[in-house]
């Protein structure tokens, strides 16, 4: 299957609902971070290899999959791109840095903060997740993550041409999607998930 949609969005941008909202209008999974055993800690050797610099074989790690988005697959949002050139490319977004960072601050960062310790044994994968995105092991920063997070998004609306890029700021529903993908609205409402007070690991 190829992928039709890759995600470029940050955790904490409405990806788990994006994923519900892709594959109604796909009729196919849609690959997130909740959809690999072992998460956050432990994504397993495709995206450890990646993770370290190698290129992992993306239709074996992305198989039967329509869609992906969350990480770690918007990590490799360029690389994924690259790999299926007729994709589009979404990009989820918060309303500002500091929305986005009280976010991620109260949910995401305290989980990662468990696999930096020295006798923790339960797989480190988020925290190098943290590392890559933010370019140093100094990622528990709210300025170091704020800067990162613009420099993301900057690097995404340069990077992408205009006609395969789709916009998505949180909370923008069925319509961005539907446009970029040809596809109708549906009717019903969009599907809002996984919201700051019940989210989980």
Do not use: K, Y
Request: with cysteine; net charge negative.
């Amino acid at each position: 299957m190829d992928l039709r949609v890759v995600g470029a969005g940050l955790p904490r941008t409405g990806t788990e609902s994006l994923r519900s909202a892709l594959e109604r209008l796909l009729g196919a999974p849609c690959a997130h971070m909740r959809t690999i055993p072992g998460h956050p800690f432990d994504c397993g050797p495709g995206w450890r290899l990646a993770l370290e610099g190698g290129t992992p074989d993306w239709d074996s790690l992305l198989a039967g999959c329509a869609a992906g988005v969350d990480w770690p697959v918007g990590l490799f949002w360029r690389e994924i791109a690259e790999h299926w050139p007729d994709c589009l490319v979404v990009l989820s977004d918060r309303e500002s840095t500091q929305t986005w960072l009280d976010s991620m601050f109260a949910t995401v960062v305290p989980v990662a903060r468990t696999c930096t310790a020295p006798d923790w044994t339960g797989g480190r994968d988020l925290g190098r997740m943290l590392e890559r995105f933010a370019g140093t092991p100094a990622w528990d920063d709210r300025a170091v993550l704020g800067a990162a997070h613009d420099r993301w998004v900057a690097d995404v609306r340069s990077g992408v041409p205009p006609a395969r890029l789709v916009e998505w700021p949180t909370g923008a529903g069925w319509q961005p999607l539907c446009d970029g993908l040809g596809l109708p609205v549906p009717d019903e409402p969009f599907p809002w998930t996984n919201r700051r007070g019940d989210w989980q690991a």
